[in-house]
Every structure is written in structure tokens, then in C-alpha cells.
């Protein structure tokens, strides 16, 4: 998908790029574009830091587990072609945020990274047994990091998932944007024009806060209405947040 209209850059395990991508996926229905989905590891992206000093306990192993993922969508896209990706992750992001409560943490390994966790998704999606194999498959760690690499030259390296890339390969791209709840039809729309407008300018830099609400997922124990909307939260209702 050399033409995509978007490249985006995700791993699996990060409750951020989901919902990002779900904005994206309603962007993408309305205006007909075109998505790559690239890989980008938050474990290799983190690889020079000490985890035990920077990061809670269970970040290791759940980057750990992000990586194990993306290596069998590795294995899947060179066996099966790009086609397969956008399912791939949309069956990782409903059983990891939308389907499931809780830690995934047990005996000390992140269980998504696992072919208990692997193995349902491959048969949901119609793909061979044989890529649980890669699981645990350092080989495609280059691959990996090669496209990670590739990301960061969008943006600089100080930033993490998603990153998204407009037009490539000489349009715009960005880290996140980072929100915290999937908009609305029409709201997705208009934040899509907003965030591609500003980034567009030339002389732009960054806009940033650090308050902000949890993400608004079944996983973070909030419940949401079919639309994946919080279910206190409705149209003429909208709470401001920060």
C-alpha cells in the first residue's frame, strides 16, 4: 500500500493508539481514504532505558507483550500481504481494551504476548496456526525496528504511539493525536481537519497538556455504549475535560 492516503503507526498493546485508530477508522469511512498500518515498538523504541526506573512495574512485560504481537503481524504480512493488518489489529485492540477487564499480568509475563491470546485471534481471522511460531521469534525484530526507525524520522525520536503520516511520503505526520475518547461521526470529522491544519503548518512545533482523563475503554473499568462512547457522556451532555 505504497499510496495509502495514511500510514499508521501502531503497537498493539498501547490504549492510546486504539483509540486513535478508532477516530482514524471514522475519518477513513467518511472521507474514503486509504490506511497502511505500520508497526511501532514501544519496547524498542524504550530499548536504552531502565525500566525499573522510568516506567511502572508492568511496563516491561506489557512492551514485551507489544512486541511479541508485532512480530507475528510481521509474520502474517510477509506471508499474507498488507491486506490482513487492519483486522489483525482491530482483533488485538477488541480483546485487549474493549472486551476485557483488568491486568493481563500473570507469573510475572504480560499474557497477551502468548499463544493463548494469539491463538483465537489467528482463528477468528482464518490464518495459519503456524505464525504463533513468531511469537517468540527474534528475527523479525529487525523489520521491526526498521519501521519504528522510520516513524521517529517522521517526528524526532521524543515522542511515542501513534504516529500518523498524511499523505506520504511528503505530507504531514504527527505523534498522536493523544485523546482519550473516540468523537463522534461528525466530531471525528472536524478534529481530523483541525489536527491536519495545524500540524500542516510549517512552523509548527508542538502543543501539549498533562492533565488529562483516563482512556475511556472497558479495560480501564469505564463502560461504554455501543458507539464506544462513555455511557455517562451523550450528545447535548458532553462534559468538558482536561
Not at 490464518?127 to 521491526?144: C, Q, T, V
Not at 463522534?184 to 481530523?192: C, E, Q, S, T
Amino acid at each position: 500500500m505504497a499510496d495509502a492516503d495514511i500510514n499508521f503507526y501502531f503497537d498493539p498493546v498501547c490504549p492510546f493508539a486504539w483509540i486513535t485508530s478508532n477516530w482514524v477508522r471514522k475519518v477513513q469511512a467518511q472521507r474514503h481514504y486509504t490506511v497502511d498500518w505500520r508497526f511501532i515498538s514501544l519496547r524498542l523504541l524504550n530499548a536504552h532505558i531502565d525500566y525499573a526506573s522510568h516506567f511502572p512495574p508492568e511496563y516491561e512485560a506489557g512492551h514485551n507483550a507489544g512486541l511479541h504481537l508485532l512480530r507475528a503481524a510481521a509474520s502474517i504480512r510477509g506471508e499474507h500481504g498488507r491486506g490482513p493488518m487492519d483486522a489483525f489489529y482491530t482483533a488485538c485492540g477488541t480483546r485487549i481494551f474493549d472486551a476485557h477487564r483488568g491486568t493481563y499480568m500473570a507469573d510475572g509475563r504480560d499474557h497477551r504476548g502468548t499463544e493463548d491470546f494469539l491463538g483465537p485471534i489467528l482463528t477468528e481471522l482464518g490464518l495459519p496456526a503456524h505464525h504463533l511460531a513468531a511469537l517468540d521469534d527474534e528475527s523479525f525484530d529487525a523489520e521491526i525496528q526498521a519501521e519504528t526507525d522510520e516513524a521517529l524520522r517522521l517526528t524526532g525520536r521524543d515522542v511515542g504511539t501513534p504516529i500518523i503520516h498524511f499523505e506520504p511520503p511528503h505530507g504531514v505526520a504527527f505523534f498522536g493525536p493523544v485523546i482519550s475518547r473516540v468523537p463522534g461521526d461528525d466530531d471525528a470529522v472536524v478534529l481530523w481537519d483541525h489536527v491536519i491544519g495545524l500540524a500542516g503548518f510549517p512552523g509548527f512545533a508542538e502543543l501539549k497538556r498533562s492533565l488529562r482523563e483516563r482512556p475511556q475503554l472497558r479495560a480501564f473499568g469505564v463502560d461504554v455504549d455501543e458507539a464506544g462512547e462513555p455511557e455517562d457522556w451523550h450528545a447535548g451532555s458532553r462534559r468538558t475535560t482536561t
